[in-house]
Structures are given as structure tokens and as C-alpha cells.
């Protein structure tokens, strides 16, 4: 039984994340990273639906550098409202814009599951200061 599997840098496409998350429905995998690969908003909506999937038993994911905008927001912070084993999410190193923050870190606090959640981007000083009073590392 797999519990771990660290694919960071691995040139994955859209494709294989497709495939992947499609594994992720059935497998018993509780840490998943997939960290600087290019797969974007889409890769990510894959992603999203397998975490939002009720056999979904993944506690830690890490999206770092993998190309997200605020395009994929809504499903991302749909995904963490379902899942019931969520974690620990790392959004590091994206084009997420001042916009998004807020809705996520309402979501962050609203799950009964979610310990960590690390967004580290540039925002501007006001969201900096959202983001401290919700203790979120960025």
C-alpha cells in the first residue's frame, strides 16, 4: 500500500494529473506532491474532484509552483469544503491575485479538518495582515 508519493518536478501534463487523480479515488494515498510541474488551472480542477470524491483519503497536498491563478479558486475551495481527511494544503509560489485570499481563508476556517494551509505570494500588506490574524504561513 502506497502512502507517500513525491512526483515534484517530474514535467507532468494535465494528462497524467488527470489519470492520477483518477488513482487518488481509490488508492489509499494520504501525501501527495506534485510541486513545480506546469499542469495549471486545469490540472488543478483535476485535482479538485478527486479531493472532493467521498473515498478521497489524501491528508497532505502539495500544488506548489504548478501554475494556478485565481481561475481555479472555486474549485479548490470546493474540493477542501467535501473533503472529509484534507489536511494539510501548500499553494506556494502562484499567480493568485488579492482577490482569492479572503475566500480561502474563510474555507480554511471553516473546515472541521484543515491544520495548514500555506500560501505563500505576493500579496499585498492588507491581505498580509488578513492572512496573520487567520495564522496562514505565506
Not at 510541474?37 to 497536498?61: I, M, R, S, T
Amino acid at each position: 500500500m502506497l502512502h507517500s508519493l513525491d512526483l515534484n518536478r517530474c514535467e507532468l501534463t494535465q494528462t497524467v494529473l488527470k489519470e492520477l487523480a483518477s488513482l487518488l479515488k481509490v488508492e489509499t494515498l494520504k501525501i501527495l506532491s506534485v510541486g513545480v510541474n506546469d499542469v495549471g488551472d486545469q490540472g488543478a480542477k483535476y485535482l479538485c474532484e478527486a479531493v472532493a470524491h467521498p473515498n478521497y483519503l489524501l491528508e497532505e497536498l502539495d500544488v506548489e509552483m504548478t501554475g494556478l491563478t485565481d481561475a481555479c479558486i472555486k474549485n479548490l475551495c470546493a474540493a477542501v469544503r467535501a473533503s472529509k481527511t484534507l489536511k494539510s494544503l501548500v499553494m506556494k509560489n502562484h499567480s493568485l491575485t488579492d482577490v482569492s485570499v479572503p475566500t480561502i481563508i474563510q474555507v480554511f476556517q471553516d473546515s472541521t479538518n484543515m491544520q495548514e494551509l500555506n500560501l505563500k505570494n505576493i500579496f499585498s500588506e492588507e491581505i498580509l495582515d488578513l492572512l496573520d490574524e487567520a495564522k496562514i504561513h505565506y
